[in-house]
């Protein structure tokens, strides 16, 4: 089993975006098995908190649901128990880096990392741009990039 913690700054908007696209496309090809999957923030600004509501709508626009999530900081434990934390752009990993402990075990990358030839280094954050959409988009060719290496390693 592959464990990942997608991460962003507050988890409400990209990494639990990247969680439930990332789970529905896992269940979708009969694979939820061979996963656990999670968000987390590298800040505890939003701790506690729902979803964001643009994050929402996309993902039901998109026959997703999201139901009862929250959002919760990265901890210590995180970089144990994860074989991949991913965070969602260069600025997520600096932080997730720096949080890191020396001996931690979970391999730190970027989401955007394993998709060839994308002219950017990161995925948006919606909530200052408020395009959910793209960000949506990104999520989606993130996933299916990563559904394919990490099920290729899992195999």
């Given at each position: 089993m592959v464990k990942?913690?997608?991460v962003c700054l507050g988890?409400?908007?990209r990494s639990p975006m990247?969680?439930?696209?990332?789970r529905d496309y896992v269940i979708q090809h009969g694979?939820?098995?061979?996963f656990e999957i999670a968000s987390a923030a590298t800040s505890n600004w939003e701790h506690g908190n729902p979803v964001h509501s643009g994050t929402v709508r996309i993902l039901k626009t998109h026959g997703l649901k999201i139901g009862g999530k929250t959002s919760r900081p990265v901890t210590s434990a995180d970089f144990y128990h994860y074989d991949w934390i991913i965070g969602?752009?260069?600025?997520?990993?600096?932080?997730?880096e720096q949080m890191a402990p020396c001996d931690a075990t979970a391999t730190i990358t970027s989401f955007l990392s394993v998709v060839p030839d994308l002219m950017t280094?990161?995925?948006?954050?919606?909530y200052y741009s408020g395009n959910f959409e793209q960000t949506y988009e990104l999520v989606q060719l993130g996933t299916v990039a990563w559904f394919e290496k990490l099920h290729l390693l899992n195999s």
């Open positions: 990942i913690l997608f988890n409400i908007c990247a969680e439930f696209v990332f694979s939820q098995k061979d969602m752009d260069l600025n997520n990993v600096t932080d997730l280094d990161g995925v948006p954050d919606p």
